[in-house]
């Protein structure tokens, strides 16, 4: 129980201190949205700030959520705006779950996909809401990120 109630901090932290710019591909180049979401592939993939150590980092960082086999992964580039897909630090959130779900709230109707269209590309969903089994109990999930200005 401590695991979980320590992984979903992290969660609820990261998600809270999103910041609403938008992301960019391993090239350089601008992609549609500033949050992406799938529960097809479960992951989300955002930036937010981070707390640093030292003043000469940017304290933006691009963090991505994914479910790997039976473990929900956190990745955390060194970036924003990675050019490498391989330069990150992993932590193991949750391990041994299943059923795992992920859905966006918009216009008081939950989604399976962010963003939508090109009306939401600029914005956070309402709430994100995860829904997982872990060693055969039940749990949601519901993290209201508190960013309702759009870029």
Known sequence: MSNLYFSSIII?????????????DYFG????????GSNLNKNITFNTKINSVSNQ?????????????????RKQFYSSN???????VSTQIIKNVSDF????????????????DKKT???IP????????QDKKSYIWIIEPN???EF
């Open 57 to 73: 980092a940017s304290p933006i960082k691009r963090i991505e959520y994914t479910l790997l086999r039976d473990q929900f992964i």
């Open 126 to 133: 309402l709430l994100i809401k995860l829904e997982f089994k």
């Open 82 to 88: 990675p050019y490498n897909r391989d330069e990150f």
């Open 147 to 149: 960013i309702t200005y």
């Open 121 to 123: 590309q600029n914005k």
């Open 101 to 116: 779900e992920l859905s966006f709230l918009y216009e008081k109707k939950w989604y399976s996909d962010w963003p939508l």
């Open 29 to 36: 180049n601008q992609i549609d949205g500033s949050f992406k």
């Open 12 to 24: 609820r932290r990261d998600i809270r201190q999103i910041v609403n710019v938008p992301l960019r």
